[in-house]
């Protein structure tokens, strides 16, 4: 039965995310994991921890299997499809070993507040968020979901990012849950009061959107393009043949700036006749036009370029490489996985700069799954950025669920850095966050499309910007401190709520 509570929480902690049902979910769906973990002895514990992750892992992720066991065979021709389904289940396993821990210390830590309500909670938010902290750190790290995902159309609540962080957010979540998980175990009639706790929650979060300002209207405006070209057809046709099928759709346009895809060419584009196609039709119609191509001097690089009357020139370069794809994470260890890579293995950008242009607000270009994590987003806003923008492909996959958790991901990067967010993508999502994280504008998804968006400029910065995941710091202090108290001795439980 045990085990059973354990599934549950998986599924719905997994429906709560982007993509699926409803974020309040979110609030209640790890007391099933609780519940699961009672009585557990350590090795059981780890192993529940584990399997939680991994199958909620499973569900979130479920749109990563068919690029693995389709599209990447497909385009590449480099391993059959079968492999890829074992590349698949090696990836839940890496996403979840940072969870067996969270079980290990949990079945340890427990012993020592089990009659504490307020420092157990503590304890068990601060172990999941730090956890959840190691799985998005190094070669190959991935906050794809995270707890804090959840909420990205809560608008209200998500405002504590500008001080807290995604992992901040993450924090709460699981603090609520144990508490309430608690209050579950102490009290009469649990469900309504979860169900009102859940509701209170809801309706602040509401009310607290409905009083946030509105940004003044900008000065300036881009048009942003989405493309769509399916992996097969850009990865089979040549860059010119490329350039023509785009053309006709920059040739509507004339007198301002352009921001297209990632990974528009699959080429330099000074090396080929298309560089010089571009720079004729910017002179001619008076554009500035931002691409992403591949460039080639000092290694291949996933670049993105300017182009004008004066010529083409790289302006960013990737910095966080996607692990297998990109670059090979750990070379000694995982060098048998090299049949993952995409065109070519790629050297990483040389760091947050922003762009500059001439009449626009100053850029902070990211490119691709760059914008799942913080860091890229807080380097270019203390550098100068007053407007935010991704450039990403997303033409790998096959649901629309992994389109809508990738531009989720711009909504906590606009509230984190209170920063304007476009997102252009090649197969969707391309939209317009605001400062505030509300969604002002996006296209459909899978068809070519473009937008006009307003530049919504702003020079401030938050204490997020500025300062990092300082709670993690907090939450390291809390376990650490936790695990070296001494153990309880069974005393009197008082309620938290009668």
């Not at 698949?88 to 940072?98: G, K, N, Q, R």
């Not at 881009?222 to 046709?237: D, F, G």
């Not at 992403?292 to 996933?302: C, V, W």
């Not at 307003?454 to 020079?459: G, H, V």
């Amino acid at each position: 039965m045990n085990f059973l509570f354990l599934v549950l929480s998986s599924v719905v902690t997994a429906l709560s995310m982007p993509g699926f049902l409803f974020g309040f979910f979110v609030w209640f769906s790890l007391i099933f994991l609780f519940i699961a973990l009672e009585r557990k002895n350590v090795l059981t514990s780890t192993l529940y921890g584990f399997l939680y992750f991994y199958f909620f892992s499973a569900i979130n992720l479920y749109w990563v299997l068919p690029v693995l066991v389709e599209n990447l065979p497909r385009t590449f021709s480099r391993f059959p499809g079968w492999l890829g389904f074992f590349v698949f289940l090696l990836m839940l396993t890496i996403e979840a070993l940072p969870f067996a821990l969270f079980g290990l210390l949990y079945s340890i830590g427990k012993n020592s507040i089990s009659n504490r309500p307020w420092l157990d909670a503590l304890f068990v938010a601060s172990l999941y968020t730090l956890m959840d902290f190691l799985r998005g750190i190094g070669e190959m790290g991935f906050t794809g979901g995270t707890l804090a995902d959840a909420l990205y159309r809560d608008v209200g609540l998500l405002q504590l990012a500008s001080v807290m962080g995604p992992y901040g957010l993450t924090f709460l979540i699981v603090l609520i849950n144990r508490l309430l998980y608690t209050m579950m175990k102490k009290s009469s009639r649990p469900i309504e009061k979860i169900a009102f706790v859940v509701l209170t929650i809801v309706l602040i979060s509401y009310a607290v959107e409905r009083a946030l300002p509105f940004p003044t209207k900008g000065e300036t405006k881009l048009v942003a393009l989405q493309t769509y070209v399916r992996p097969q057809e850009k990865y089979s046709s040549s860059p010119t043949d490329l350039y023509l099928k785009l053309e006709e759709h920059l040739e509507q346009h004339s007198n301002g700036l352009i921001v297209l895809p990632e990974d528009v060419f699959p080429s330099d584009p000074r090396k080929d006749a298309v560089g010089e196609m571009l720079r004729e039709l910017a002179e001619r119609k008076n554009l500035r036009i931002l691409f992403g191509a591949i460039s080639t001097e000092n290694g291949a690089k996933n670049s993105v370029f300017l182009v004008d009357e004066s010529g083409v020139r790289r302006v960013y370069s990737k910095v966080k490489l996607f692990p297998f794809v990109e670059m090979l994470p750990y070379e000694k260890i995982f060098s048998v996985f090299k049949f993952l890579r995409g065109l070519v293995y790629l050297q990483p950008g040389e760091g947050f700069y922003p762009l500059r242009i001439e009449g626009y607000p100053t850029l902070g270009i990211q490119i691709c799954f760059e914008s799942y994590f913080s860091e890229p987003s807080r380097q270019l806003v203390k550098k100068g950025a007053e407007v935010l923008i991704v450039c990403t492909n997303d033409g790998w996959f096959d649901y629309n669920t992994a389109l809508v958790q990738h531009f989720s991901k711009s909504v906590f990067r606009a509230v984190e850095t209170r920063r304007q967010v476009i997102q252009v993508s090649n197969a969707g999502v391309t939209g317009a966050v605001d400062p505030y994280g509300r969604i002002v504008k996006t296209l459909p998804v899978k068809r070519y499309d473009s937008v006009e968006i307003e530049l919504l400029s702003k020079k401030n910065e938050t204490f997020y910007t500025r300062y990092g995941d300082l709670i993690v710091w907090f939450c390291l202090s809390v376990v650490l401190l936790t695990l070296l108290l001494p153990r309880e001795k069974n005393v009197r439980v008082r309620r938290i709520w009668r």
